[in-house]
């Protein structure tokens, strides 16, 4: 019934900036923390970042102080921008909504996206 769709993933250089989207269809109106992860071939999936319907967030240690999550009620979007990123940032990077922290970061709950691809080449 949700579907997740990203973008705004691409090749920039080192120190360069991303902005991600994420937009939401279906029936979503449950769906309290929105979140970002990241997965680098042949490595586990990386939290990121969440932000609540309440406008709590949080961030990883990996992008905490160069990173922003933030939402837009209306269109049901969540958004990721990224500033001076670097090789170790390369990944596809993915959206998930859930009811709970417990579901977003739970491994098998909530609703995913199909990924943007993130190349920082140096």
């Not at 769906?31 to 406008?55: C, D, H, S």
């Not at 990173?67 to 993915?94: E, F, G, H, K, W």
């Amino acid at each position: 019934q949700v579907q997740l769709v990203e973008s705004g993933g691409g090749l920039v250089q080192t120190g360069g900036s991303l902005r991600l989207s994420c937009v939401a269809s279906g029936n979503s109106d449950n769906l309290n923390i929105m979140g970002w992860f990241r997965q680098a071939p042949g490595k586990q999936r990386e939290y990121l970042a969440y932000i609540t319907v309440g406008g709590n967030t949080d961030y990883a240690d990996s992008v905490k102080g160069r990173s922003t999550i933030s939402r837009d009620s209306a269109s049901n979007s969540v958004y990721l921008q990224m500033n001076n990123l670097q090789p170790q940032d390369t990944a596809v990077y993915y959206c998930k909504f859930a009811i709970t922290l417990g579901g977003l970061l739970g491994e098998r709950s909530g609703f995913w996206g199909q990924g943007t691809q993130v190349t920082v080449s140096s």
